[in-house]
C-alpha cells in the first residue's frame, strides 16, 4: 500500500499553488484549441480548424475533458483564497475586507486591460463578482451549501427564462456573429491591427460576453457557486484536515463519478425532448433548459473528480512530486494567465503571426503543449530569483500602496 504524505502548513499551501497551476494549464488547453476566438464564431472561420477526423477528436476531447472543467477549479481557487485572506487578517484581529475591496478593483483594472487582448477575459468578472463575497464571508455555512446547490441546479437560467421567456436580459450586446459589431471584432482577428483589436474588445467586447454571463447560459451565476464553494471548503479547513478527511475525499470521488453518469443522462433526455437535433432551437423551451443543467452538471462534477484525484495524488510520494512541479506556475497564476493570452493572441490573431485560419484544432494543441511546459519552467525559474510574479508583485504593491520587496 502507497503511503501518503502528511500534511503541514507548507504542505497544505504547496497543493493549493499546484492545483491553481493545474486549473490553469487547462484554461490554456482550452483557449488555444477554442483558437482564442472569445466569441461565438461565424460558422465560415471555423470550417478550416476540422480538415480531418483527428481534429474533431481532439475538439471533441477538449470539450468533453477541459471546456468549463478547469474554469470551474480556477473559480473555486478564488473562493477558497478570499476565504484564506480574510481569516488570515482576522486571527490577527485585522478586518481584511476593506483591502480585499480594493485589491478587486485593481484586478478589474488588470482584466480591463487584459480583455483588450482577449475578449474572453474572466479577471473583469471575477472582480465584481468578488465583491458580493464580501458579503457572503458571514453568511451561515448551511446557507452558503444550500445557495451553491440552488445555484448550481440551474436556479438563474430558470428565472431569466419565466421572467422574460428570452436567452438573455441583456437589451444589448447579442452575440450573433453576423451583427455589424461582431463582423468588426471577427475581421479585427483575422485582418486588424492591435488598435482595432482593441477597439473592437473595449465596450462590445464586454457586453456581447454578458450575454453569456447573465443569460440563461449562466456562466456568472456558476462563477459565483463555485466562489462559494471555495468558501465553504476554506471554513471546513478541508486543506488543513487531509489526513482526517482523506477517506471523505475518496467518497466525494466515487459519488462524482455517480453523478457523470446521472447528469449525462438528464442532459441526453431532455435535449432529446426539446428537440435538440431536430432543427429547433435549443434554448427556447423548458426542457432544454433542464437539459444545459444536466450539461452543466456533467461539468461540475468531472471537475469535482480533477479536484478529489488530484489531492489524492498529490499526497502520493511519487505523483505528488510531479504534480508539485505546477506550484511555481500557480503561485505566478495572474501573470501567467495574462502571458497565456499574449502568446496565444500573438500566434493566431493578425496583430502577430496571423495563423487563425492556417491552423487545425490538432495544430494549436501541438504548439499549446509545449508553449504550456516553457511557461511552467519559466515560472520555476523565476520564483528562485523573485518573490512574485510581476503581475502579482504589481497587484500587491498597488493593493498596499508602497512597493513590496520582488527579489530574493
Known sequence: MTQLTPTSVDNRLHIIDALRGFALAGIFISHMVEHYLGALPPPALVEGFTQSSLDHVVFGLAQLLISGKFFALFSFLFGLSFFMQIDRAAQRDMDFRGRFIW?????????????LFYRGDILTIYAPLGLLLVFFYRVPSNVILILVGTIMAGAGRYLVFALYGEETILPF???DPELPYNRTYFDALQSGSLVDLFAANAVHGHLTKMEFQIGIFGRWYLTFAFFLAGLWVGRIRL????????????????LACIGI??????????????????????????????????????????????????????????????????????RTALSSYFMQSLVGTFILYNWG??????????????????????QIMF????????????LEWLWRSATYLSWQPFRK
Open 103 to 115: 485589491r478587486l478593483c485593481i484586478l478589474f483594472l488588470i482584466g480591463y486591460l487584459h480583455s
Open 173 to 175: 450586446g447579442n452575440s
Open 239 to 254: 486543506f488543513e484536515r487531509l489526513d482526517e478527511l482523506h477517506d471523505s475525499i475518496k467518497k466525494t470521488f466515487k
Open 261 to 330: 453518469l446521472a447528469s449525462v443522462i438528464l442532459a441526453v433526455v431532455f435535449f432529446g425532448l426539446g428537440g435538440a437535433g431536430k432543427g429547433t432551437e435549443p434554448t427556447t423551451n423548458w426542457f432544454t433548459l433542464i437539459g444545459m443543467t444536466g450539461y452543466d452538471l456533467f461539468n461540475i462534477n468531472l471537475a469535482t473528480i480533477y479536484l478529489c484525484g488530484f489531492i489524492l495524488l498529490f499526497r502520493r510520494p511519487n505523483s505528488g512530486r510531479f504534480l508539485a512541479r505546477l506550484a511555481p506556475y500557480g
Open 353 to 374: 503571426l496571423g495563423l487563425l485560419t492556417a491552423l487545425t484544432n490538432t495544430q494549436v494543441l501541438l504548439i499549446a503543449l509545449p508553449v504550456l511546459v516553457l
Open 379 to 390: 515560472s520555476s525559474w523565476w520564483l528562485g530569483r523573485y518573490r512574485f510574479g510581476p
